[in-house]
């Protein structure tokens, strides 16, 4: 069975830093990466990474974000610098096999202003 399961999510106040985990099991991901949706909004990508093309950003995670996999190749991270109020949002962990999609179960963040 295949599982996504994030961790870190929490409350901060503007300007501070979370660090989010997710990790998978029972496959092997070739691309990892992180959605948020925040209330009354559409899910929407933030960061993402695979060995071929490296990680790529949402330019709102531009410069304040990283996205990482860890040594357990089905661990991906997610540093967040300076966050904003405007980062608040539910946060999925997302995983592509190479046919199909997987995600977590979301991790709440709250940045508080």
């Known amino acids: 069975q295949v599982q996504l399961v994030e961790s870190g999510g929490g409350l901060v106040q503007a300007g501070g830093s979370l660090r989010l985990a997710c990790a998978a099991s029972?496959?092997?991901?070739?691309?990892m990466g992180w959605y948020r949706q925040a209330p009354g909004n559409q899910r929407e990508w933030v960061a993402s990474?695979?060995?071929?093309?490296?990680?790529n950003y949402a330019d709102s995670a531009k410069g304040r974000f990283t996205i990482s996999r860890g040594h357990a190749e089905n661990t991906v991270y997610l540093q967040m610098n300076s966050l904003k109020p405007e980062d608040t949002a539910v946060y999925y962990c997302?995983?592509?096999?190479?046919?199909?999609?997987?995600w977590g179960q979301g991790t709440q963040v709250t940045v508080s202003s």
């Open positions: 029972g496959i092997i991901f070739y691309g």
């Open positions: 990474i695979n060995s071929a093309v490296g990680s």
């Open positions: 997302w995983g592509w096999d190479g046919s199909s999609e997987h």
